[in-house]
């Protein structure tokens, strides 16, 4: 039986692909830093204290790092913009030095990354992955997430990085914060609206996430992103559809979502188109490729 460790994976996305995976036959072992239930295969670990269960980490087949301080959560200071980077760069460090000294038989390390890379901006491109990254703080961030997961590669492990745009599922995430004052017949886009909100279903994420497991011939940066583009205005009035509620309050302005949120109100007021060939040119077919289709499917 093949075994993944999957980092990060009591969050959102680690509970629905550790659930696909057991489904697949594989053995599944979740590393949190904020729960430990070693009888439902949760292990606690830490990278600052350099604690872990050697045991795994010595002989686990793949290993999928998920594991990051939430990037939306809260104003960026300069404390919460250390930890975000440091809960993904010295943890992917603390990962490498292990195996490096104990696992010889590791096939893949597959990390999660962001379409952050490309920075905070919006515009006429449409990025690939070999774009360079902006230099901001996501395009930053993201360089630094992705040189510590390619330290792999050094050992000869296939390595492959995953771009992840906005996430839906039917619960929790950046989903149930929008379609909430929707439902309250109060939605509204947000700054110009005309900025590009790359996404993606959780099934095609964990699918793809799967599919960097299985698939030998995938290594390096992929945009995991649906192959639509849209942007903030028409996301808000396809979920008010969806939802069956009205579209009509007036933007958010962005001075006042930079009252509010300072610095990371970014991620809301800015986005740009995304590229999902890379991806596609490997036989990954979405299953939700347009944003109707995706909202339908949680039956909201």
């Given at each position: 039986m093949k075994s993944v460790i999957i980092t990060g994976g009591t969050g959102l996305v680690g509970n629905h692909l550790s659930k696909k995976l057991r489904n697949l036959g594989y053995r599944v072992y979740i590393f949190s830093s904020l729960v430990n239930d070693e009888s439902g295969s949760i292990y606690f670990w830490n990278y600052e204290k350099g604690t872990i269960n050697h045991d795994?980490?010595?002989?686990?087949?793949?290993?999928?790092?998920?594991?990051?301080?939430n990037i939306s959560s809260g104003r960026w200071t300069l404390k919460r913009k250390k930890e975000i980077v440091d809960s993904r760069v010295k943890s992917a460090e603390f990962l490498f030095n292990k195996i490096k000294e104990n696992n010889e038989s590791l096939k893949a390390f597959i990390s999660a990354s962001a379409v952050g890379y490309y920075g905070a901006v919006t515009g006429d491109k449409v990025f690939v992955e070999d774009d360079l990254p902006t230099d901001d703080f996501l395009g930053n961030t993201c360089k630094k997430w992705e040189a510590a997961a390619g330290k792999f590669s050094d050992l000869g492990i296939r390595t492959v990085k995953l771009r992840t745009g906005?996430?839906?599922?039917?619960?929790?995430?950046?989903l149930t914060?929008?379609?909430t004052p929707i439902k309250l017949g109060i939605g509204s886009a947000i700054g110009t609206g005309k900025q590009y909100m790359p996404w993606i279903?959780?099934?095609?994420l964990c699918d793809i996430y799967i599919k960097a497991i299985e698939d030998d011939k995938i290594y390096g940066a992929y945009n995991a992103v649906a192959p639509e583009f849209i942007t903030n205005k028409e996301f808000t009035q396809i979920l008010a559809n969806v939802l069956n509620k009205p579209f009509w309050f007036p933007s958010i302005p962005s001075f006042f979502m930079r009252s509010i949120f300072g610095e990371m109100s970014d991620i809301l007021l800015e986005g740009s188109r995304i590229s999902s060939d890379k991806i596609t040119n490997t036989g990954y077919e979405f299953k939700y490729d347009n944003l109707k289709k995706g909202l339908e499917s949680f039956k909201l």
């Open positions: 795994i980490i010595n002989k686990v087949d793949y290993i999928i790092h998920l594991a990051g301080a906005i996430v839906l599922t039917s619960k929790g995430g950046a914060k929008m379609k279903h959780i099934d095609d």
